[in-house]
């Protein structure tokens, strides 16, 4: 697959950010990379072999100003085909052992750095291009382990706030499309050993966005396929006359 997109990738400094990254330059892409670590990014900058190009930006996603500049330069020089809100942390501490401050910068990644990097795309991407936003989710808080508070609750929150984001698009008529893609366990610091190899992840979210393009926004995609849980007659009808899921 030959890609001549633009792609924005939060936290692709490890992981499966880093894994997206890979994948899309080596297809053709260019990708604007962003992460905190500098050593991270530097090392995905490295591993980079394609056709295709790779911007690194060391940036924190709770910085939202910087994140809004970053985007309003990078529409002013190209179109912006899919932004990948990935950046993540899981500290597995329980409540009462994590301090406040641990508590404030997880959410501010987690969850503000997704809605930051969102408000940044809305602002800045064009209302009549169909874009594609998908926020990274898990469905820890369904199952949740000792020590996942934070994770289990700023997760939880991004399929929410996707969701309600899609409505906003919606009735503001853009054809920005945001989804939430639950891309399942892999073997990196966030994951497990026994999870699947990380480079499955560009695989499996290109596929998704093949989905996407179909719409309607605010879908949850589990690994490549959409999931759908049960829901009433009331929420399928409402969903057939606004065009998105409830």
Known sequence: MILS?????TGAGAGIGQALAL???GAGAHVVAIS????GLE????LCVGSGSIDCQLLDVGDANRLQELFARVVRERNVDVVINNAAVYPRCTL???AVEQWASGVATNLNGVAYSCRAAVRTLPADRAAIIV???SF???GPEPGSTLYCATKAAVEAFTRALAVELASAHSKLIVNHWVPGMFRT???AASGDDPRLAYDRLTAVLRLSRAGPGGRTFLGDSEWQPPRSLRSRVRSLLLGHRS
Not at 5 to 9: A, G, L, P, Q
Not at 36 to 39: D, P
């Open 36 to 39: 905190r670590g500098a050593e």
């Open 43 to 46: 090392r995905t900058k490295q």
């Open 96 to 98: 009462s052992d994590m």
């Open 135 to 137: 926020n990274v989710g």
């Open 140 to 142: 820890a808080h369904r």
């Open 23 to 25: 994948g899309f330059v």
């Open 5 to 9: 997109e633009t792609v924005v990738i």
């Open 189 to 191: 610091r966030m994951g």
